[in-house]
């Protein structure tokens, strides 16, 4: 099996995969969670953290959690995704700040997605804490998954978002106010809620109202274009940000 599973091609180590999960035996778990520290295809590390839902988890649970800790990036996100897949409440407690906070993307995106998914109703508003921080970072990707959790928390993220929407930094209080959109109205799409917000971040709430109802505010000055067009690039070129609280 070790051999299967460390094959060239990536479709017999898919299907060594299957096997693996098909006839689960707690005696490859090992293999299992080796491989899936350096499997480089997605399909086929999905397809062993399949294999290792197949067993106990009373086996399963104590091995991923040692996982949570490697020094590899790839083997702390695969082990986030495995808990994830094996859904127990009981890893909630081993979702750590540090792990939220991340910095490979992978590893934090997995971690939101796992936090989200495992945690207590009770501690939900202090997940949205954490994860606000996060705000303004990275890729469009990496800012659509950290959308997506907050959304997931449902209303206890409205007072995290609404203050930092009012961030000075414009990339943070656009995701947020992005955020906001997507998790109030779903079906808007990601982008459209990013050009909404960063309309509203540019031109400020009270003109970006006024604007939309139409209404017949006074011209804008050249000096306050100027300055309106500034606020629009910097939130358009801004790709990653410093955050705090981590």
Avoid: Y
């Amino acid at each position: 099996m070790a051999g299967a599973l460390s094959a060239e091609d990536p479709s017999a180590r898919l299907r060594a995969a299957l096997a693996a999960g098909t006839n689960p035996d707690p005696g490859i778990l090992e293999t299992l969670v080796e491989r899936c520290a350096v499997e480089p295809d997605l399909f086929v590390r999905d397809m062993l953290s399949w294999a290792m839902t197949r067993l106990p988890p009373e086996i399963t649970l104590p091995r991923t959690r040692r996982e949570l800790g490697s020094g590899r990036t790839r083997a702390r996100s695969q082990a986030l995704h495995t808990l994830s897949k094996i859904g127990d409440r009981r890893a909630w407690a081993w979702i750590t700040r540090d792990m939220l906070c991340d910095t490979d993307d992978e590893v934090a995106r997995t971690a939101w997605r796992v936090a989200v998914a495992l945690v207590p109703e009770d501690e939900g508003e202090g997940l949205a804490v954490v994860l606000a921080t996060q705000l303004g970072r990275g890729d469009r990707e990496v800012r659509l998954s950290l959308s997506r959790a907050l959304a997931d928390l449902g209303e206890v993220t409205a007072p995290v978002l609404a203050k930092a929407a009012a961030h000075p930094d414009p990339a943070v209080a656009t995701h947020a106010r992005a955020t906001e959109l997507l998790r109030r109205n779903p079906e808007s799409g990601f982008d459209a809620a990013v050009e909404e917000a960063a309309r509203v971040v540019a031109l400020g709430p009270a003109r970006a109202a006024a604007v939309a109802a139409g209404e017949g505010a006074e011209p804008a000055t050249s000096t306050e274009t100027a300055e309106t067009a500034e606020n629009a690039e910097t939130v358009e070129m801004t790709e990653t940000v410093e955050t705090t609280g981590c």
